[in-house]
Nanobody, 114 residues
Framework: QVQLVESGGGLVQAGGSLRLSCAAS????????VGWYRQAPGEQRELVAR???????DYADSVKGRFTISRDNAGRTLYLQMNSLKPADTAVYYC????????WGQGTQVTGSA
């Protein structure tokens, strides 16, 4: 069973940047559609960025132009570059393939302060 470990979150002022990483125990990011999700307190988990196996990317309107999803060539690490962060971006961020696996990682907390 592939394990996912997210990292890179933190507290950042509005307008700041963070780079999230997601390490997988296997090369699952290489040939699958992959995505970054987030879940704010009291909200449902939402997909904010995804990348096809061919490299095409799509973003939720709320992050378009500010976030960039990418992966390494080995297919073991997924990244999310987050720029111009806003307080509304505050959430726990998760990675997964699409359709999602049942086992999620622990997520990484991102907090944008005003």
């Amino acid at each position: 069973q592939v394990q996912l470990v997210e990292s890179g979150g933190g507290l950042v002022q509005a307008g700041g940047s963070l780079r999230l990483s997601c390490a997988a125990s296997g090369t699952i990011f290489r040939f699958n559609v992959v995505g970054w999700y987030r879940q704010a307190p009291g909200e449902q988990r939402e997909l904010v960025a995804r990348m096809s196996s061919g490299g095409r990317t799509d973003y939720a309107d709320s992050v378009k132009g500010r976030f960039t999803i990418s992966r390494d060539n080995a297919g073991r690490t997924l990244y999310l570059q987050m720029n111009s962060l806003k307080p509304a971006d505050t959430a726990v961020y998760y990675c997964n393939v699409i359709p999602t696996m049942a086992n999620w990682g622990q997520g990484t907390q991102v907090t944008g302060s005003a």
